[in-house]
Protein backbone atom coordinates (compact mmCIF):
# COMPACT_ATOMS: atom_id res chain seq x y z
CA UNK A 1 0.00 0.00 0.00
CA UNK A 2 2.67 2.32 1.21
CA UNK A 3 4.73 1.90 -2.84
CA UNK A 4 1.42 2.28 -4.40
CA UNK A 5 1.16 5.56 -2.51
CA UNK A 6 4.89 6.31 -3.79
CA UNK A 7 4.89 5.54 -6.91
CA UNK A 8 1.43 7.46 -7.83
CA UNK A 9 2.94 10.39 -5.82
CA UNK A 10 6.28 10.30 -7.95
CA UNK A 11 3.86 10.00 -11.32
CA UNK A 12 2.11 12.83 -10.13
CA UNK A 13 5.80 15.04 -9.28
CA UNK A 14 6.94 14.09 -13.00
CA UNK A 15 3.60 15.23 -14.70
CA UNK A 16 3.75 18.51 -12.88
CA UNK A 17 7.78 18.52 -13.85
CA UNK A 18 6.96 18.06 -17.33
CA UNK A 19 3.77 20.51 -17.24
CA UNK A 20 5.71 23.10 -16.25
CA UNK A 21 8.97 22.33 -18.27
CA UNK A 22 6.14 22.30 -21.00
CA UNK A 23 5.38 25.94 -20.09
CA UNK A 24 9.04 27.53 -19.64
CA UNK A 25 9.39 26.24 -23.17
CA UNK A 26 6.48 27.51 -24.98
CA UNK A 27 6.86 31.01 -23.03
CA UNK A 28 10.77 30.78 -24.57
CA UNK A 29 9.94 29.64 -27.70
CA UNK A 30 6.83 32.57 -28.00
CA UNK A 31 9.18 35.11 -26.83
CA UNK A 32 12.03 33.74 -29.38
CA UNK A 33 9.31 34.24 -32.20
CA UNK A 34 8.00 37.38 -30.96
CA UNK A 35 11.27 38.62 -31.59
CA UNK A 36 11.96 37.67 -35.15
CA UNK A 37 8.52 38.68 -36.37
CA UNK A 38 9.30 42.28 -34.76
CA UNK A 39 12.91 42.38 -36.34
CA UNK A 40 13.37 43.39 -39.78
CA UNK A 41 16.04 41.21 -40.16
CA UNK A 42 18.51 43.88 -39.62
CA UNK A 43 20.86 43.54 -36.71
CA UNK A 44 21.38 46.98 -34.51
CA UNK A 45 24.84 46.42 -34.16
CA UNK A 46 27.59 44.65 -35.80
CA UNK A 47 30.47 43.07 -33.43
CA UNK A 48 33.86 42.51 -35.55
CA UNK A 49 35.88 40.18 -33.21
CA UNK A 50 38.40 39.78 -36.28
CA UNK A 51 41.43 41.33 -34.96
CA UNK A 52 42.88 41.12 -38.89
CA UNK A 53 39.97 42.76 -40.61
CA UNK A 54 41.01 46.27 -40.71
CA UNK A 55 44.80 44.87 -42.04
CA UNK A 56 42.56 43.10 -45.30
CA UNK A 57 40.91 45.86 -45.82
CA UNK A 58 44.43 47.93 -46.03
CA UNK A 59 43.41 50.91 -44.10
CA UNK A 60 45.01 49.30 -40.90
CA UNK A 61 47.79 51.69 -39.12
CA UNK A 62 51.05 50.58 -40.76
CA UNK A 63 54.43 51.82 -39.53
CA UNK A 64 56.40 53.14 -42.02
CA UNK A 65 60.02 53.58 -40.16
CA UNK A 66 63.03 55.13 -41.64
CA UNK A 67 63.82 55.17 -45.60
CA UNK A 68 67.11 54.66 -45.01
CA UNK A 69 66.73 51.25 -43.24
CA UNK A 70 67.63 48.46 -44.55
CA UNK A 71 65.12 45.53 -44.08
CA UNK A 72 62.34 48.45 -43.50
CA UNK A 73 59.37 48.53 -41.18
CA UNK A 74 56.59 49.17 -43.40
CA UNK A 75 54.77 45.82 -42.68
CA UNK A 76 52.00 44.19 -41.20
CA UNK A 77 53.24 40.79 -40.87
CA UNK A 78 56.71 39.56 -41.19
CA UNK A 79 58.54 36.11 -41.51
CA UNK A 80 61.08 35.67 -39.88
CA UNK A 81 63.25 32.45 -40.19
CA UNK A 82 65.95 31.68 -36.89
CA UNK A 83 68.42 28.43 -37.48
CA UNK A 84 70.04 27.42 -34.26
CA UNK A 85 72.42 24.52 -34.05
CA UNK A 86 69.46 22.11 -33.79
CA UNK A 87 66.23 23.26 -35.08
CA UNK A 88 64.73 25.43 -37.39
CA UNK A 89 62.18 28.16 -36.21
CA UNK A 90 59.81 30.28 -38.84
CA UNK A 91 57.44 32.79 -36.96
CA UNK A 92 55.05 35.63 -38.30
CA UNK A 93 55.88 39.07 -36.89
CA UNK A 94 53.30 41.49 -36.10
CA UNK A 95 54.46 44.88 -36.72
CA UNK A 96 53.56 45.78 -32.77
CA UNK A 97 56.37 43.35 -32.12
CA UNK A 98 54.33 40.25 -30.66
CA UNK A 99 54.43 36.98 -32.38
CA UNK A 100 50.87 35.68 -33.59
CA UNK A 101 52.12 32.45 -35.25
CA UNK A 102 55.47 30.01 -34.63
CA UNK A 103 56.70 26.61 -35.94
CA UNK A 104 59.75 25.11 -34.96
CA UNK A 105 61.70 21.43 -35.63
CA UNK A 106 61.41 21.75 -31.56
CA UNK A 107 57.56 20.39 -31.52
CA UNK A 108 57.23 17.17 -30.76
CA UNK A 109 55.33 16.21 -33.59
CA UNK A 110 57.52 17.43 -36.37
CA UNK A 111 60.01 16.45 -35.14
CA UNK A 112 59.06 12.86 -35.03
CA UNK A 113 57.94 12.91 -38.70
CA UNK A 114 62.02 14.40 -39.24
CA UNK A 115 65.20 12.47 -39.97
CA UNK A 116 67.13 15.55 -39.14
CA UNK A 117 65.89 18.79 -38.42
CA UNK A 118 68.12 21.05 -40.25
CA UNK A 119 68.06 19.60 -43.65
CA UNK A 120 66.03 20.69 -46.08
CA UNK A 121 62.95 18.65 -45.42
CA UNK A 122 63.14 20.49 -42.07
CA UNK A 123 62.47 23.66 -43.92
CA UNK A 124 59.55 22.14 -46.82
CA UNK A 125 58.15 20.77 -43.26
CA UNK A 126 58.07 24.13 -41.88
CA UNK A 127 57.04 26.50 -44.73
CA UNK A 128 54.09 23.81 -45.22
CA UNK A 129 53.06 23.82 -41.25
CA UNK A 130 53.71 27.59 -41.21
CA UNK A 131 51.04 28.42 -43.92
CA UNK A 132 48.50 25.87 -42.53
CA UNK A 133 48.81 27.96 -38.72
CA UNK A 134 48.64 31.01 -40.71
CA UNK A 135 45.47 30.60 -42.58
CA UNK A 136 43.70 28.62 -39.97
CA UNK A 137 44.48 32.61 -38.07
CA UNK A 138 43.19 34.77 -40.73
CA UNK A 139 47.17 35.53 -41.85
CA UNK A 140 47.36 35.70 -45.81
CA UNK A 141 49.87 38.17 -46.60
CA UNK A 142 52.86 38.75 -45.16
CA UNK A 143 56.71 40.10 -46.51
CA UNK A 144 60.02 38.37 -46.22
CA UNK A 145 63.63 39.51 -46.01
CA UNK A 146 65.33 35.57 -46.37
CA UNK A 147 65.98 33.87 -49.57
CA UNK A 148 65.24 30.05 -48.44
CA UNK A 149 63.85 28.87 -51.52
CA UNK A 150 62.26 24.97 -49.96
CA UNK A 151 60.39 27.43 -47.01
CA UNK A 152 59.27 29.98 -49.39
CA UNK A 153 57.89 27.92 -52.20
CA UNK A 154 56.02 25.82 -49.42
CA UNK A 155 54.43 28.55 -47.79
CA UNK A 156 53.38 29.97 -51.21
CA UNK A 157 52.08 26.89 -52.17
CA UNK A 158 50.22 26.74 -48.91
CA UNK A 159 48.40 30.30 -49.74
CA UNK A 160 50.40 32.54 -48.42
CA UNK A 161 50.85 35.18 -50.06
CA UNK A 162 54.92 36.91 -49.80
CA UNK A 163 53.87 40.35 -50.07
CA UNK A 164 51.63 43.10 -48.89
CA UNK A 165 49.30 45.44 -50.64
CA UNK A 166 49.96 49.03 -49.93
CA UNK A 167 48.01 50.75 -47.18
CA UNK A 168 45.00 52.84 -48.64
CA UNK A 169 44.87 56.17 -48.18
CA UNK A 170 42.08 58.07 -48.90
CA UNK A 171 42.23 60.89 -51.75
CA UNK A 172 42.15 64.31 -51.54
CA UNK A 173 38.94 65.67 -53.15
CA UNK A 174 41.25 67.49 -55.54
CA UNK A 175 43.32 64.46 -56.82
CA UNK A 176 43.25 63.36 -60.45
CA UNK A 177 43.44 59.80 -59.48
CA UNK A 178 41.13 58.05 -57.37
CA UNK A 179 42.17 54.51 -56.55
CA UNK A 180 39.68 51.66 -55.94
CA UNK A 181 38.56 50.59 -52.45
CA UNK A 182 39.48 47.48 -51.60
CA UNK A 183 36.49 46.78 -49.64
CA UNK A 184 34.26 47.58 -52.48
CA UNK A 185 35.58 45.28 -55.29
CA UNK A 186 34.17 41.93 -53.55
Known amino acids: MKTEKKIIVNMLVCRQSKNLLYRVTNINLKRCMGSISEDSGHAEFVYNRN ?33 SKRHVTASVLHHTGMVPILATTAEWAIRKQLFSTLDKMAYITIGKVLAQRCLECGISDMIHTYEL ?15 EDPRYKSPNPWDQERPEKPWEHY
Do not use: M
Open 149 to 163: EALLENLSKGGVRLE
Open 51 to 83: PRNLEKLRIAYKPAGYHLEKPGREFWHKLQVTT
